[in-house]
C-alpha cells in the first residue's frame, strides 16, 4: 500500500501553462520534501516543508503543506521545458527515520 | 552536483556473474541508503546505513549484499542476479537529525540478461 499517492501520474502541457502536481496521504507527517528527477540522474531536493500551512517559493515554483500536514501540492508557474522531470514527494513519519516516497509525477513541458 | 558520485554508472551482468556497486559521499553525512528505481514503480527502499550499523533490510533478497566500510562509502555486492532486478539503483546520504533529506547518486543502471 503506498503511503502517499501523487497525481496525476502524467502531464504534458505546452511552455508558458500553469501546472500543479498534488500529494495526498491519510498519515501525517513531520516534513515532507519534494525531489525533481531527470532522465539518467538521481533525484535532487527542491524544498523541505515541515509547517501545517506553510508555503515556500523557489522562483516560478510554489509548493503548499496542508494545514493537517497530510498533504502537499507543488504549482509550476509559466512552465519552462527545464521544468521538464519526474517531481516526487517524500513524507517522513514522527519517529521514523527513512522517507516514503510517492510514485511520481512525469511533467513534461514542450517548447 | 550533490556531492555524491556512485560507479559503474552502467552495468551488464549475466544471471551467474558477481559484480559490486560502489557509492561515495563527500558530504560529511552519517547515513547512507541504497534504493531500486524500476520503471513504473515508486523508489523502494533497500537498506539504511546509521551511523555504519545497517538498521533496515527491506526484505531484500540475499543476492543483494550491503556493505559499509565508513560513513563516507556504501557497497552493494550483486551475485546470482534475476532479470527482474534490472533497475536504476540509487544510492543516498543524510544526516540521522532533522529530516533526512537525501542527497543523491546519479544511480547505476543495471541489465540483467
Known amino acids: 500500500t503506498q503511503l502517499l499517492e501523487q497525481s496525476p501520474q502524467f502531464l504534458s502541457i505546452q511552455e508558458g501553462e500553469n501546472l500543479t502536481v498534488y500529494c495526498n496521504s491519510s498519515?501525517?507527517?513531520?516534513?515532507l520534501q519534494w525531489y525533481r528527477q531527470e532522465p539518467g540522474e538521481g533525484p535532487v531536493l527542491l524544498v523541505t516543508?515541515?509547517?501545517?500551512?506553510e508555503v515556500k517559493k523557489l522562483k516560478r515554483l510554489t509548493f503548499q503543506f496542508g494545514d493537517a500536514r497530510k498533504d502537499s501540492s507543488l504549482h509550476i508557474t509559466a512552465a519552462q521545458p527545464g521544468d521538464t522531470g519526474l517531481y516526487l514527494c517524500?513524507?517522513?513519519?514522527?519517529?521514523?527515520?527513512?522517507?516514503?516516497f510517492g510514485a511520481g509525477t512525469t511533467v513534461t513541458v514542450r517548447a | 552536483e550533490t556531492g555524491v558520485t556512485q560507479t559503474p554508472r552502467h552495468l551488464v551482468m549475466g544471471m551467474t556473474n558477481k559484480k559490486s556497486l560502489k557509492c561515495e559521499q563527500h558530504?560529511?553525512?552519517?547515513?547512507m541508503y541504497w534504493y531500486k528505481q524500476s520503471a513504473k514503480k515508486p523508489l523502494e527502499l533497500m537498506f539504511v546505513?546509521?551511523?555504519?550499523?545497517?538498521?533496515e533490510n527491506n526484505s531484500v533478497p540475499s543476492r543483494f549484499s550491503p556493505e559499509c566500510p565508513n560513513s563516507s562509502h556504501l557497497f552493494l555486492h550483486l551475485h546470482t542476479l534475476q532479470p527482474e532486478d534490472s533497475a536504476l539503483y540509487l544510492c543516498?546520504?543524510?544526516?540521522?537529525?532533522?529530516?533526512?533529506?537525501?542527497?543523491f547518486g546519479p544511480g547505476t543502471r543495471l541489465t540483467v540478461t
Open positions: 546505513y546509521s551511523l555504519e550499523e545497517r538498521v
Open positions: 543516498a546520504s543524510s544526516q540521522v537529525t532533522g529530516n533526512y533529506e537525501q542527497y
Open positions: 516543508v515541515v509547517t501545517g500551512g
Open positions: 558530504l560529511g553525512h552519517n547515513a
Open positions: 517524500a513524507g517522513l513519519l514522527s519517529n521514523d527515520y527513512k522517507l516514503s
Open positions: 498519515s501525517v507527517f513531520s516534513s
